[in-house]
């Protein structure tokens, strides 16, 4: 079955350093992939999704993803985080069998020392 | 414009007593979605909708669990004689499934407590 795997549950960072949180998938051909943020209390926000085209996506908040098909990857960076950063984070990628399926990792939550 | 809303943001009930949670979609997004998120847990598909039918209810977890959708808009998710397992919270998700945008819009959620 496809899948997506966050291999790190939680992530600490320090303020101002760089972020990277990885995402794997399964998938045969070219999927759709997403990167969602929930803060506390809050749904999900999308950040930014790939579907074609230029391998380095840009979001919003200042985060940015690369697809990278060799590695099955999709890893999420930052060049500087704030506190406000601190969330959980989740990857998805389109059920590829399905149009109305999305498939969610498990999350990383990021931690932000001051 | 406005996003997806529900309602109510927070529910305590008793163990078994019925609930009901409502969700408003983006105004002519087709695609309608529930998940439940437990603590510290990740998405659990519970149904999707495409209009106001319901192609897959696959991730109901009982038949205390049930949903409709209304008019392509408003939803409910139902759940009867509640246990306390089901304490989690319930998102909706809406999606225009417009060619390309596969992305899901996601409300903030609704916090059931059963006590």
């Known amino acids: 079955a496809q899948s997506v795997t966050q291999p790190d549950i939680h992530i600490t960072v320090s303020e101002g350093a760089s972020l990277e949180l990885r995402c794997n998938y399964s998938y045969g051909a070219t999927p759709y992939l997403f990167w969602y943020v929930q803060s506390p209390g809050q749904g999900l926000q999308l950040l930014l999704k790939y579907f074609s085209g230029d391998t380095l996506v840009q979001g919003i908040k200042g985060f940015e993803a690369e697809f990278k098909r060799s590695q099955s990857s999709f890893n999420l960076r930052k060049p500087s985080v704030h506190w406000s950063d601190a969330a959980e984070y989740f990857c998805a990628v389109k059920d590829q069998n399905r149009d109305d399926k999305i498939i969610f990792g498990k999350g990383t939550r990021l931690h932000i020392l001051p | 414009g406005a996003g997806v809303s529900q309602s109510p943001s927070n529910k305590v009930t008793e163990k078994g007593k019925d609930v009901e949670l409502r969700c408003d979609p983006i105004?002519?997004?087709?695609?309608l979605y529930w998940y439940r998120q437990s603590l510290g847990q990740g998405l659990e598909f519970l149904i999707y909708?495409?209009?106001?039918?319901?192609?897959?209810k696959s991730g109901l977890p009982s038949d205390r669990f049930s949903a409709e959708r209304t008019g392509g808009s408003v939803s409910t998710l139902t759940i009867q004689r509640t246990q306390q397992e089901d304490s989690a919270v319930y998102l909706c998700a809406s999606s225009p499934r417009l060619a390309g945008g596969y992305e899901q819009y996601f409300g903030p959620g609704t916090r059931l407590t059963v006590t």
């Open positions: 105004s002519g997004h087709t695609a």
């Open positions: 909708f495409q209009g106001n039918s319901a192609p897959d």
